[in-house]
């Protein structure tokens, strides 16, 4: 059974702050997703990284897939109230989208809240 | 253009009763999955289906069975729901299989009470 373990489960911190969060996994991935979903809503796809080594940047937000396509971070630079919501990782093991007869596996997601 | 919907959007049912939770595609969308998501963890996957054929199956039990219909709208089925199948139940569309994005509707909020 593959298994995405988050870090960390929740973070409060100043809204102008820098953090990052962690997704790690023993097992390889195909493809690494992130989501954000906030309450009362379905998650929300942020990116879809593929390459070992890959960074993307969505405005103040940059996502890292690591060389051996296992773990992935999410950084996020002048964090601001709006970046509240619960962030998830969820990974891939056929091509690049729904994951292919074995599903997504997601982890248990970073609860982020930013305050003003 | 309309997101996925999915309804109800809350349910509370009884040990041991059926529940069918339904959900509609976005348009020109032919691939449907349902996820499960237990208060404090991440999404679990239950069922792919693309062209009316199921074509992935996690971890559950036979309780749980899945359709897609000719206009590719789906429907999750459970069967004698247990206190543990209280969870947000989220479907989700995708152009296809290969490089398509899934789409996520707010879900179904089911309490087994």
């Known amino acids: 059974t593959q298994l995405l373990e988050q870090s960390p489960q929740f973070l409060s911190i100043q809204e102008g702050e820098n953090l990052t969060v962690y997704c790690n996994s023993s097992s390889v991935f195909s493809s690494l997703q992130w989501y954000r979903q906030e309450p009362g809503e379905g998650p929300v796809l942020l990116v879809t990284v593929v390459t070992g080594g890959e960074v993307k940047k969505l405005k103040r937000l940059t996502f890292q897939f690591g060389d051996a396509r296992k773990d992935s971070s999410l950084h996020i630079t002048a964090a601001q109230p709006g970046d509240t919501g619960l962030y998830l990782c969820?990974?891939?093991?056929?091509?690049?989208?729904?994951?292919?007869?074995?599903?997504?596996?997601f982890g248990k997601g970073t609860h982020l809240i930013i305050q003003p | 253009d309309a997101g996925v919907t999915q309804s109800p959007t809350h349910l509370i049912k009884t040990r041991g009763q059926h529940v069918t939770l339904r959900c509609s595609p976005i348009s020109g969308h032919k691939s449907v999955s349902w996820y499960q998501q237990v208060l404090g963890q991440g999404p679990q996957f239950i069922f792919q289906?693309?062209?009316?054929?199921?074509?992935g199956r996690g971890n559950f039990p036979d309780r749980f069975s899945a359709r897609q219909f000719p206009n590719y709208s789906s429907e999750l089925n459970v069967n004698a729901l247990l206190l543990g199948d209280s969870a947000l139940y989220l479907c989700?569309?995708?152009?296809?299989?290969?490089?398509?994005?899934?789409?996520f509707g707010n879900g179904t909020r089911l309490t087994v009470t």
């Open positions: 969820a990974g891939g093991n056929q091509d690049h989208s729904g994951g292919g007869a074995d599903g997504l596996t």
């Open positions: 989700a569309s995708s152009v296809g299989l290969g490089s398509s994005p899934l789409h």
């Open positions: 289906y693309y062209e009316k054929e199921e074509r």
